[in-house]
Nanobody
Framework: QVQLVESGGGSVQADGSLTLSCSVS????????LAWFRQAPGKEREGVAV????????YVSQSVRGRFTISLNNAKTTLYLLMSALKPEDTAVYYC???????????????????WGQGTQVTVSS
């Protein structure tokens, strides 16, 4: 059983910065990868960034590349999303997700994750 709890959301003006955290409690379960997703009202949930826990390889979606950074602490207990140069279109509920088994599809496919946090709201005003 993996438990994920996000924090750090809030309201910020455009061009501002925000850091999201996700507490990862996985007991004896190994996580293969951890990711951030977001979902804006009326839109599908989209992948923002992913990190593979075995080798720390990361991928960031084109829409946030150069502005967002994903990282994981050495103990693999806290996942971060550093967001800068925020835009109103970044407004969404941000979710932390974990995969404990291999999935052969694209990293941003929600089917590739079997644990999800409850989400944290990020609102960017112009």
């Amino acid at each position: 059983q993996v438990q994920l709890v996000e924090s750090g959301g809030g309201s910020v003006q455009a061009d501002g910065s925000l850091t999201l955290s996700c507490s990862v409690s996985n007991g004896d379960v190994d996580t293969w990868r951890l990711a951030w997703f977001r979902q804006a009202p009326g839109k599908e949930r989209e992948g923002v960034a992913v990190i593979y826990t075995g080798d720390d390889n990361t991928y960031v979606s084109q829409s946030v590349r150069g502005r967002f950074t994903i990282s994981l602490n050495n103990a693999k207990t806290t996942l971060y999303l550093l967001m800068s140069a925020l835009k109103p279109e970044d407004t969404a509920v941000y979710y932390c997700a974990a995969a404990t088994r291999f999935y052969g599809g694209i990293w941003s496919d929600t089917n590739g994750y079997n644990y999800w946090g409850q989400g944290t709201q990020v609102t960017v005003s112009s």
